[in-house]
């Protein structure tokens, strides 16, 4: 019996060693995805007292995508740190069998059902719409090969999973290499490139388009700047040098936590956010009204957005700060674990939920906010039975075979069992 309660209620619990803040910055990314997908959806109907600056930040819910990035890769680069200090080498097979079981179970169910799933609509719909279709489902490869960053598939989020699977196989590989240097800092110091070459790449392209006259539109800058792993590798490089600097100066991050600094940064970090949200727009794509993005948004957002989560994450792992303790908040843990089904699943569910609760019609901005919660909510719930069929069997698997431990040990506590990553 307690075997079934915990198959079906752990995702409600925190685990041993978790850090607790984590939990809510994801949440609060989960939130932010809804209400940016909610607001491009709608805003096609139009939305009463058009506003330029609220359009902005609901456009730019989706620098939610730079926290998931940078937490990713604090998490993910914690854990291969630590088994560097540790055993001064990685056990690939041991990483890549938990990636492969905590990644790949709920992302190949999905792709695969919407796969079969379009087949069924498309068999009785106008030809118009049955040829759109069709299109549609013959990209799937690209989503089963996780090239959909470069190569639109079938899955239109599926850009930032192709993402991840490619830092997967970069991340453990050049870690491996960076440890011939047995300097840490100038382990540190070596890893800036994987910042700097796409920062340097975005400035470059962009300048050769605008010397030749091309107009930098959505579009463009979705294809080009925002979704291809090379232009994007830096959001998830940000988290993998902190946490380069988490595993071998310990001591210093407690230090710095204590200090005022920390929250002095971690403010400037949510006011840049402000800033980039209010004053910022990436445009609409195929929208009447889509505005150019401009040099900021095209070449510099990511790496700065992604720095101002960083300053708020790490904030956030000094459980006595009253921004530690309040994104440790038990409600945001479930939100937290129920996030990556949640990812896959909402735009399949947010069209369908929007046309029974709230119809295709002109909308305000207070109903954006109020069916935020309540559609992040319900795709929630469908999350979560998805979670029991498409990843918990697979995690407890994982389990088994690699051990259960957390992602990142909590600062200054002794690794104990909790959470894998």
Request: proline share 5%; aromatic share 16%; hydrophobic share 50%.
């Amino acid at each position: 019996m307690k075997g079934v309660l915990r198959y079906l209620f752990g995702v409600f619990q925190r685990q041993p060693g978790e850090i607790g803040g984590l939990n809510g910055i994801r949440s609060i990314a989960y939130f932010m995805l809804i209400y940016a997908h909610l607001f491009r959806a709608y805003r096609y109907f139009g939305i009463d007292g058009d506003n330029e600056w609220v359009n902005n930040f609901l456009n730019n819910g989706s620098l939610c995508m730079d926290a998931f990035f940078a937490l990713s890769g604090f998490l993910i680069g914690g854990q291969l740190f630590r088994e560097l200090k540790n055993r001064q080498t990685i056990s690939l097979r041991k990483f890549f069998t938990k990636r492969i079981l905590r990644i790949l179970p709920p992302y190949y169910i999905f792709i695969t059902w919407q796969y079969f799933m379009l087949g069924s609509i498309q068999n009785d719909a106008l030809p118009e719409i049955a040829e759109g279709m069709r299109a549609v489902r013959s990209r799937v490869i690209y989503d089963y090969l996780y090239l959909s960053d470069y190569i639109p598939g079938s899955m239109t989020h599926g850009w930032s999973l192709s993402i991840e699977e490619k830092f997967y196989l970069l991340l453990p590989l050049a870690l491996l290499l960076l440890n011939r240097v047995k300097h840490r800092v100038g382990r540190l110091l070596l890893l800036s490139p994987f910042l700097l070459v796409p920062l340097l790449f975005r400035a470059y392209y962009y300048a050769y388009l605008t010397s030749q006259g091309t107009e930098i539109d959505t579009g463009i800058y979705l294809l080009d700047f925002y979704y291809p792993f090379h232009a994007r590798m830096d959001s998830l490089f940000v988290g993998v040098i902190f946490s380069a600097v988490y595993t071998y100066f310990p001591d210093s991050v407690i230090s710095y936590l204590k200090r005022p600094i920390s929250r002095y940064a971690a403010a400037i970090g949510f006011l840049g956010l402000m800033a980039i949200m209010l004053f910022t727009t990436e445009g609409y794509p195929d929208h009447p009204l889509n505005p150019q993005p401009a040099f900021f948004v095209a070449v510099l957002r990511t790496l700065v957005g992604s720095l101002c989560w960083l300053s708020i994450m790490v904030l956030a792992l000094n459980s006595e700060s009253l921004l530690g303790k309040t994104l440790s908040l038990r409600i945001f843990v479930p939100v937290a674990k129920l996030s990556y089904c949640g990812y896959i699943i909402h735009l399949v569910l947010m069209g369908a939920l929007s046309q029974m609760l709230i119809g295709y019609r002109p909308i305000t901005y207070l109903e954006i906010f109020v069916w935020t919660f309540l559609l992040g909510t319900i795709i929630l719930g469908f999350a979560y039975l998805y979670y029991l069929v498409a990843e918990r069997p697979f995690l407890l698997l994982k389990e088994k075979l690699t051990g259960r431990r957390p992602a990142v040990d909590a600062l200054g506590e002794k690794p104990v069992s909790g959470a894998a990553a």
